[in-house]
């Protein structure tokens, strides 16, 4: 849970005192190893100061993975932990350049530094007295900023659009249930009902339990499956699912106003650097049915969580191996993306697929599953690869014929 920060502390820490006592701390490592020594340094030095000093220093090192210049920055725990990274908050301001917004949940205030940079005015809110005092530090002093203490669930501006990130946790724990979240889904759509609105979601709600637009091509996370209440949830708007380097970082809802024509699911899959691309289900999914070719792709998750595999494959010129099953194929590899190549194809059996392993020397082995009950790791296990040559394995379902493919392992690009 981290250290429970008070507003004293952050009065502390945003003060001459504090500012000269974090530029101190800064220069000891804070190590596993060193941690003890440190920690009895640093009390002899700061006193009751100390555990609120080494927290804001270890926890801006981690946010230098995730936020811009956040070096500096005051931070709790549970808010870098549910802070957007800076590239997707740059992302979403570009969307809506030019307007005046409200994020109802500021927290900390990692929206608002994109925010600010391209809207004319941005008001951030919260109920949480702590975190505002750190926004009110991390967020630049400019003209078209403004900080107030709100409840998110009561309107406190109009014309503006609102951003809301509810808090995924419930009882300590990580929920996928929408009326569990904190405001709760359900209230936040009702509350702003008719407003121009964007939610920011966890990736493994199901969306097609509540939202328009077709339905997914992959099953939904069985987290999503398991639990939720969804009764009397509707959204009629765009669903965005958003990738950072590969990695499925969020859901967001864009209500129709916000929303481009025609559009209701859309992908974005963005990079480190800045590098980004969106499809949409405005794009085509016109695809043939083909036998499978000499390469397999796996789609980026965010292409999948969107219910957007056959319009990812129309524009590369690719195919599914099974309409139900989201791995794709095809005689090419789009660019910048980690295909591979078959080496052999087989009804699966795990010991006709051992030997074959085997003869091909296998040594370092991945295994990719999708629509097969096995485990790749148990698997791995018993095949006991000892070779020099490295291969991936795809096992996967064409109609009801669980199907092994002995694959080429590509570089990490």
């Not at 669930?153 to 929920?175: K, N, S, Y």
């Not at 939904?220 to 398991?226: I, K």
Request: charged letters at 25%; one cysteine or more.
């Amino acid at each position: 849970m981290g250290y429970h920060f008070t507003r004293a502390d952050v009065d502390y820490l945003r003060g001459s005192a504090g500012q000269a006592a974090l530029t101190a701390v800064r220069e000891r490592p804070l190590s596993a190893a060193s941690l003890l020594g440190d920690l009895e340094a640093v009390r002899r030095e700061y006193g009751e100061y100390t555990a609120a000093l080494v927290e804001t220093v270890r926890l801006s090192r981690r946010a230098a993975a995730k936020l811009d210049d956040a070096a500096d920055w005051l931070l709790t725990d549970d808010a870098l932990q549910q802070a957007t990274p800076s590239v997707v908050a740059r992302h979403r301001a570009r969307r809506l350049a030019g307007r005046a917004v409200h994020d109802i949940t500021c927290s900390v205030g990692a929206e608002l530094v994109a925010l600010q940079q391209v809207c004319p005015a941005v008001i951030g809110s919260d109920l949480d007295r702590v975190r505002l005092a750190m926004a009110a530090h991390n967020v630049a002093a400019t003209p078209n900023v403004a900080l107030v203490r709100a409840d998110a669930l009561w309107p406190c501006t109009t014309e503006t659009v609102v951003i809301a990130d509810p808090a995924r946790r419930a009882d300590g724990r990580r929920t996928h249930d929408p009326a569990k979240l904190q405001p709760p889904l359900p209230d936040l759509l009702e509350v702003y009902r008719g407003r121009d609105l964007v939610v920011k979601c966890a990736p493994g709600l199901d969306f097609d339990r509540f939202a328009g637009g077709g339905p997914s091509t992959a099953t939904p996370p069985r987290s999503a499956r398991a639990a939720g209440d969804y009764a009397g949830l509707s959204w009629d708007g765009e669903v965005e699912v958003v990738s950072l380097d590969g990695t499925v970082r969020e859901a967001c809802l864009w209500s129709r106003g916000l929303a481009e024509s025609g559009v209701s699911r859309r992908a974005t899959v963005l990079h480190g650097d800045g590098a980004g691309w969106t499809l949409t289900d405005a794009d085509t999914d016109d695809i043939p049915e083909r036998a499978p070719g000499a390469w397999i792709v796996d789609p980026d998750g965010a292409v999948v969580r969107a219910g957007l595999v056959r319009h990812y494959a129309a524009k590369y010129g690719l195919w599914q191996l099974d309409p139900r099953i989201a791995y794709l194929t095809g005689d090419s590899v789009p660019p910048g993306v980690r295909g591979f190549r078959v080496l052999d194809r087989f009804e699966y059996r795990e010991k006709a697929l051992r030997a074959e392993l085997h003869r091909r020397d296998c040594g370092p082995l991945e295994i990719l599953t999708r629509g097969v009950d096995v485990d790749p790791d148990a698997l791995r296990r018993r095949i006991k690869p000892r070779g020099g040559v490295a291969h991936t394995v795809v096992l996967t379902r064409i109609g009801r014929t669980a199907t092994a493919f002995v694959c080429e392992t590509p570089p990490v690009r």
